[in-house]
């Protein structure tokens, strides 16, 4: 971090976003000026389970957003994503990376809500967004596009330009973690930020699409704890695979297989595959395209 006489803390070197060309270290503090962030030095820090839980609490969209970013609760994945920061790929060796926890982006009204794993280590870990800057992002954002949920195909970093259209995106764990795979326990501190963010957009939502099964597993469970009715047995989860859950309107969830390397490179998910799936929800909730 940057100390009032301009000197740099250890390791940490100033480097410029890529956009907007202004310096910043890495990780990024709070309110530094980094494209999006909601957070500043006064954002109250999560650093328990407990304390997720309570600040996770009766608090505004925006405020949401600032906390989670800040959150410390879960040392294993603040270490891991503080260390990606400083370490960096060799690709991005010239870039800061944001190096912070992922909140939620896109319409604070969607009536699409796209439902994830967690951060890349070099995709949001990196630029401070979900999904961007990493393969998986280039196969979501195009296929948003083409059905007319985004506003261009590509999400290169957080100042980009792009905006989504009537839908948002969450990522279950808020943290990149090691390997991309959180602990359970990891998984179950950072739920009470999904729950707190569905309760602020279930009233407009009308579809979910999960991607994989991690996200159809969360989106159950989150729906489930803020008072939705989720069918029993639990629906199993496929690629296609739709179910209903009941509340004060009802919602549709949809799964589609995550658009990893893994999944991409075999075959096992292709465009058109997609395709189908992120157009079911667009007609779902009634967005034209």
Not at 109 to 123: E, N, Y
Not at 248 to 272: K, V
Request: glycine share 12%; proline share 9%; aromatic share 6%.
């Amino acid at each position: 971090m940057t100390g009032h006489d301009g000197s740099v803390g250890p390791l940490q070197l100033l480097l410029p976003h890529p956009a907007t060309g202004e310096l910043f270290a890495s990780p990024v503090p709070p309110g530094s000026g980094w494209p999006g962030d909601v957070a500043d030095a006064d954002t109250p820090v999560a650093r328990t389970a407990v304390q997720v839980r309570r600040l996770a609490a009766g608090t505004g969209l925006d405020e949401l957003e600032a906390r989670v970013s800040v959150c410390a609760a879960c040392p294993r994945l603040v270490a891991w994503r503080e260390q990606v920061a400083r370490e960096k790929r060799a690709s991005y060796a010239d870039e800061p990376y944001w190096g912070r926890p992922i909140a939620g982006w896109g319409a604070p009204d969607p009536r699409v809500l796209v439902v994830g794993l967690a951060p890349a280590a070099h995709g949001g870990n990196r630029t401070g967004r979900v999904f961007t800057g990493d393969r998986s992002g280039d196969w979501l954002f195009a296929g948003l596009h083409r059905v007319g949920l985004a506003t261009q195909a590509t999400s290169t970093h957080a100042a980009d330009g792009l905006r989504l259209v009537d839908t948002r995106m969450v990522a279950t764990v808020r943290c990149a973690p090691p390997l991309n795979k959180p602990t359970t326990q990891e998984r179950d501190t950072c739920a009470p930020w999904l729950d707190a963010e569905l309760r602020q957009v279930a009233d407009s939502v009308r579809v979910v699409v999960a991607l994989g099964s991690y996200g159809w597993a969360a989106a159950l469970g989150a729906f489930g704890r803020i008072g939705w009715e989720v069918p029993r047995p639990r629906p199993k989860f496929g690629h296609g695979a739709s179910a209903s859950l009941d509340g004060p309107h009802p919602i549709t969830l949809l799964g589609c297989y995550h658009p990893s390397q893994q999944n991409t490179f075999t075959g096992r998910l292709t465009e058109p595959m997609l395709d189908e799936v992120l157009g079911r929800a667009a007609d779902a909730a009634r967005i034209p395209r």
